[in-house]
């Protein structure tokens, strides 16, 4: 499977971004505030794509596959366990 890279300027893009904790070159870290409210906007209804565009992200740029990877990324897997607890009590 082909994987993108980012360039050293989309890398500067991405970190200039207030949702982007790092960035390398075939990787993004969103910072845990992002992950809560995507989550949140996810479950009040939104789309991934509505969510990363209103976020300030350059979906061209981050790639399609990157925003199937959105319902990984709102798994209760991908989170630390605390933020797990924290999921699990918004949702009640």
Request: net charge neutral.
């Amino acid at each position: 499977m082909n994987r993108r890279t980012f360039n050293p300027d989309q890398i500067r893009q991405l970190e200039a971004n207030l949702h982007v904790a790092s960035v390398s070159d075939r990787t993004i870290q969103y910072k845990g505030e992002f992950k809560i409210h995507a989550v949140r906007e996810n479950l009040a209804g939104k789309r991934p794509i509505q969510i990363f565009e209103e976020s300030g992200f350059d979906l061209d740029m981050i790639g399609c596959r990157r925003q199937v990877e959105f319902d990984v990324f709102c798994s209760f897997d991908f989170y630390t366990s605390d933020e797990n607890r924290f999921f699990r009590f918004l949702m009640r």
